[in-house]
Every structure is written in C-alpha cells, then in structure tokens.
C-alpha cells in the first residue's frame, strides 16, 4: 500500500467530512463523504443521495468516482470515506465493485470514524481496495482466454 504524506492524508479526510454535508438522506438518515484524490493531487467530493424509489440512490463514494470520471480523471491515488458512526465503516459491495473498475487493488483507502477531526483523535483504518474486495473481478478479467 502506497503511504499517503500526512498532509494529503489530512485534506483528503477534511474532504470526505466537508462532502458528508451534503448528503441528502431523508429515508436512511445515514449520511456518508467521500474524498478521492487524484494522481495530479485534485480532490473530489462525492456524497450519498437518496431517492424514494430507493434503487435510484447513489452512494457517496460512486459520486466521487462518477464526478471525476465526468470530468476525464481517471488515475487515482487514494480515497477516503466517513459517515455519522463512531467507527470507520467500509463501502457497500456494489461501490467496492466501482472503485475496482478505476482504482488498483493497492490503492489506500481511509476509512473515518465520525468524531476524527472533531477530536483529533486517530480513528482511521487503513485499508487497501484488495483488502476489501479479495478475489475481485476486474476489467483484466474480461481479457482472458475462453475455451
């Protein structure tokens, strides 16, 4: 796993908590940022949007990805999530598939209990995309021979 500088590290977490409040959670009430960091050090915010129809809603760590995608960046160093509970709390499956269709399997991935900048206390787990999806399927796969 790449180590992300200190500096970086802190921004991308500053991000992620700014794009929590945002989040537009009137049937869940669980509100979720993430932060995607660029190769070339831009950050993008993405947060969860609900929908009452409830498959039309998008998660907060999707957004990021489709905002940057939008806007042609497609080379990312890290990623850092957070929500409301007062442990870090990993991406659901279906976003673990998205960041893998963008993101390599060592890329780092910061995941933010809710009082981290409040109390500056580190409450952050360290993970990696492979950690969370081992035995991912990813676009190399389609590339294989058939028989």
Known sequence: MEVIVTSKRDRLLQAAAEA???AYVPYSKFR???????QDGE???????????YG?????ERTAIFKAV????????ALAVTTDVASPVAPCGMCRQVIR?????DMPILLAASDY?????????ESTLGELLPYSFGPEDLERDRT
């Open 20 to 22: 929590k409040t945002f």
């Open 32 to 38: 979720v940022g993430a932060a995607l960091l660029t």
């Open 43 to 53: 950050i993008i915010k993405g947060c969860n949007v609900e929908n009452a129809s």
């Open 56 to 60: 039309g809603t998008v998660c907060a």
């Open 70 to 77: 939008s806007e042609g960046k497609l080379k990312f160093a």
């Open 101 to 105: 269709e963008f993101c390599s399997l």
């Open 117 to 125: 900048l409040d109390n500056k206390q580190d409450g952050v787990r």
